[in-house]
């Protein structure tokens, strides 16, 4: 079993940064992939970025591409989505989420595990 807490997210201005966090709770973070979505109003929920279990390997929406970047820390349990040049349309409810196989990354429901999500506005 394993719990996700995102927390970080807020209203920021365009063009600012924000870095979210999700702190996993058990002993087996490591053996999962991760995801971060995200999803606005009327629009499905949808891949940002994924990492590996072990953080080799990491994958962008390519509307993210070069601005986001997500990182974990196994030591810590805790993976991250660190958010620079930041536009409104990044506005959504963004959702960190564990997956036992990284190429299943683009699949939301081979996600085992979700957290309760964080709000990110950003405003023009």
């Known amino acids: 079993q394993v719990q996700l807490v995102e927390s970080g997210g807020g209203l920021v201005q365009a063009g600012g940064s924000l870095r979210l966090s999700c702190a996993a709770s058990?002993?087996?973070?490591?053996?999962?992939?991760m995801g971060w979505f995200r999803q606005a109003p009327g629009k499905e929920r949808e891949l940002v970025a994924a990492?590996?279990?072990?953080?080799?390997?990491?994958d962008y929406a390519a509307s993210v591409k070069g601005r986001f970047t997500i990182s974990r820390d196994n030591a810590e349990n805790t993976v991250y989505l660190q958010m620079n040049t930041l536009k409104p349309e990044d506005t959504a409810v963004y959702y960190c989420?564990?997956?036992?196989?990284?190429?299943?990354?683009?699949?939301?429901?081979?996600?085992?595990?979700w957290g309760q999500g964080t709000q990110v506005t950003v405003s023009s």
């Open positions: 989420a564990a997956t036992r196989s990284y190429s299943d990354r683009y699949v939301s429901y081979r996600y085992d595990y």
């Open positions: 058990g002993r087996t973070f490591s053996l999962y992939a």
């Open positions: 990492i590996s279990t072990n953080g080799v390997l990491s």
